[in-house]
């Protein structure tokens, strides 16, 4: 069965410092991968999403860029953390159009 | 650019009591999908209508597709502490531009 990890569970990053968070999918080849934000008490909003190796589509501009080095991989960046990066960032999957999400990260930044 | 509204934002009942959720589109959809997010927890896929005035029913919820496909409803009856969470609901055409709407949070007192 497909499974997807995400890690870590909980960051607090001073403002200016620099950010990865990664998550990877098991059990499914070449899946769409997304990256979500959830501000606290709001809904999800799409950050980016990836169809293959090395193709990011950029749905809102921000601090922040993804990579997707491997076909399981999908990796979120910043150089410099802003305050108001602070959120929980979910990735997902998509299988039949609908979205698995990973156990999220809650991101701290003060 | 396209919205889905999502009402009531918070909404607290007495367990045993019914509870629904509306959401609202700013354009026609070509399928609506329904989340369970617990406290602290991700997104759960619960259901997907794809067909103009399609009802599902999951135990106790009802789902409902508008006949114009451009709202949804998420019916409970008969609240239980379990039913806790926010209930979000997310329309477009295949998941790439699949928006949420900003979520429910359901309160239920015991």
């Known amino acids: 069965s497909q499974t997807i990890h995400q890690w870590p569970a909980t960051l607090v990053q001073p403002v200016g410092s620099p950010l990865s968070l990664e998550c990877t999918v098991e059990?499914?080849?070449?899946?769409?991968l997304y990256w979500y934000r959830q501000a606290a008490g709001r809904g999800l909003q799409l950050l980016f999403y990836?169809?293959?190796?090395?193709?990011i589509s950029s749905e809102v501009p921000q601090n922040l860029s993804a990579s997707r080095p491997q076909d399981r991989q999908f990796i979120l960046s910043s150089k410099k953390l802003l305050l108001s990066d602070s959120g929980f960032y979910l990735c997902?999957?998509?299988?039949?159009?609908?979205?698995?999400f990973g156990s999220g990260t809650q991101l701290s930044v003060l | 650019g396209q919205q889905v509204m999502q009402i009531p934002q918070y909404q607290h009942v007495q367990e045993g009591e019914d509870f629904t959720t509306y959401c609202n589109s700013s354009?026609?959809?070509?399928?609506i999908q329904w989340y369970k997010q617990r406290p602290g927890g991700h997104p759960v896929f619960l259901i997907q209508?794809?067909?103009?005035?399609e009802v599902k029913k999951q135990k106790r919820l009802t789902f409902q597709f508008g006949e114009a496909k451009k709202n949804s409803s998420l019916h409970i009856t008969a609240t239980q502490t379990t039913d806790v969470g926010t209930y979000f609901c997310?329309?477009?055409?295949?998941?790439?531009?699949?928006?949420f709407g900003t979520g429910t949070r359901l309160t239920v007192i015991p």
């Open positions: 997310a329309g477009g055409t295949g998941a790439n531009n699949l928006f």
């Open positions: 997902a999957w998509t299988h039949n159009e609908k979205l698995f």
């Open positions: 990836s169809v293959g190796i090395g193709q």
């Open positions: 209508l794809v067909k103009s005035g």
């Open positions: 059990g499914t080849s070449n899946p769409n």
């Open positions: 354009t026609t959809l070509s399928n």
